[in-house]
């Protein structure tokens, strides 16, 4: 039996988010400076958010020729100019939220390598009338001078440059997130993993699993913002169908002479590649085993971690003959067949937020806005 100050203060809440990656924590800033006068609960299983927030490559990115391309097709002109519109809305809403604070931020732009000829590339002055309106002028345009400059292979077939995109140390991000969080005087509790939430006459009760016993945590609105592990706790049939799909990374030993600029994608945006610092981030592979890397597993494999290796060492950086691998790692990301958002209410007090599609960064800020935005009703 939980003592009546255990009740009232640490088990008693207005909000109470499930999951601290980047939708989840900006969705708590976003009630705490909305409602000062709220009580608001974030948890998190692990120490650290570790799905795909802290595991990714850093991108704050709307989207390559071939994505946008490839999402006119499945989603049509207007959907899909929505979907580029809510991702850059977030990426200013991040700015606007960290300006004054280090979380590694540049803008130098990003390139699309094509290794042969591919039929988005007939396609810029299509895309670049579509996007205008929101940028004013062109996005993309063909930069051939760019393969000698950044040093990649002379085998690439063609790049495509965009100004519109960044960088950022994702680390950074979600540490100086959860900072602000805890100013605004959100409760953060890790090592807290939600098993269950029921709803009840005017609220939610959560059941949430500690290292040492299992304790009933009350609130009045939920959020689930859980990302891959959503359909653990939402079982809903207004839900997308939500699938994980497991990135992969590796990141360089130190280099030296180091020609790279600005964020890399390839192959429709199935490999990706940075310069951090002194070193070369490369990620991706999952394209190659569709089946396998729809998992939430962290660990990685021989032969994608190969792929990304051959690339690596044959396409990024072909004239650097000492390359030495430091670190692999693997994130989970989740994907709906539609690549939309989804922000909406699944029972009458618990809202689920997701909206990656392997875009977390940039839509994370919006999503969770609109998040905080129904709670307000």
């Known amino acids: 039996m939980r003592s009546f100050w255990e009740r009232g203060s640490w088990l ?6 499930v999951g601290g990656g980047i939708i989840g924590i900006s969705t708590a800033i976003e009630c705490a400076t909305r409602h000062p006068e709220w009580r608001v609960l974030l948890l998190e299983r692990n120490l650290l958010p570790t799905g795909a927030s802290t595991r990714n490559a850093g991108f704050a990115c709307v989207g390559s020729l071939s994505e946008i391309a490839s999402d006119i097709d499945l989603m049509g002109r207007d959907t899909a100019l929505d979907l580029v519109r809510r991702r850059l809305q977030g990426l200013q809403l991040l700015h606007e939220r960290c300006d004054e604070n280090d979380i590694g931020y540049s803008e130098d732009g990003a390139s699309e390598i094509f290794i042969t000829d591919h039929s988005a590339l007939a396609r810029i002055d299509e895309v670049n009338a579509i996007l205008k309106p929101l940028f004013g002028r062109d996005v993309f345009a ?28 994702s680390g950074k991000l979600l540490s100086v997130l959860w900072s602000m969080a805890a100013r605004l005087g959100v409760h953060i509790r890790t090592g807290a993993t939600v098993v269950s939430t029921d709803e009840l006459n005017g609220g939610v009760e959560l059941i949430v699993r500690t290292s040492h016993e299992d304790v009933t945590v009350i609130a009045r609105q939920v959020v689930i913002a859980t990302n891959a592990m959503i359909p653990s706790l939402a079982n809903s049939a207004k839900l997308p169908e ?45 394209n190659l085993d569709f089946n396998g890397e729809q998992t939430a597993s962290l660990d990685t494999t021989e032969r994608i971690q190969s792929s990304l290796e051959h690339m690596l060492r044959t396409v990024v950086l072909p004239h650097h003959s000492e390359v030495e691998i430091d670190l692999r790692w693997a994130g989970t990301m989740a994907f709906t067949t539609t690549k939309q958002p989804y922000v909406d209410f699944v029972t009458p007090s618990t809202i689920v937020a997701f909206g990656c599609n392997g875009m977390g960064v940039a839509l994370s800020s919006e999503v969770a806005r609109e998040c905080a935005g129904l709670l307000d009703r």
């Not at 008693?12 to 988010?17: G, P, R, W």
């Not at 063909?142 to 440059?161: F, K, N, Q």
């Not at 199935?270 to 310069?275: A, E, Q, V």
Request: aromatic share 10%; charged share 25%.
């Open 12 to 17: 008693t809440f207005d909000v109470a988010i």
């Open 242 to 286: 939500i699938v994980p799909g497991r990135g992969q990374v590796l990141i360089t030993k130190p280099l030296t002479n180091l020609a790279l600029k600005g964020s890399f994608h390839a192959d429709e945006g199935f490999y990706y590649f940075r310069p951090i610092e002194d070193r070369v981030l490369i990620g991706g592979g999952r």
């Open 142 to 169: 063909e930069r051939r001078d760019l393969i000698t400059e950044y040093g990649v292979s002379d085998s690439v077939h063609t790049m495509i440059h965009t100004p519109f995109e960044g960088t950022l140390h």
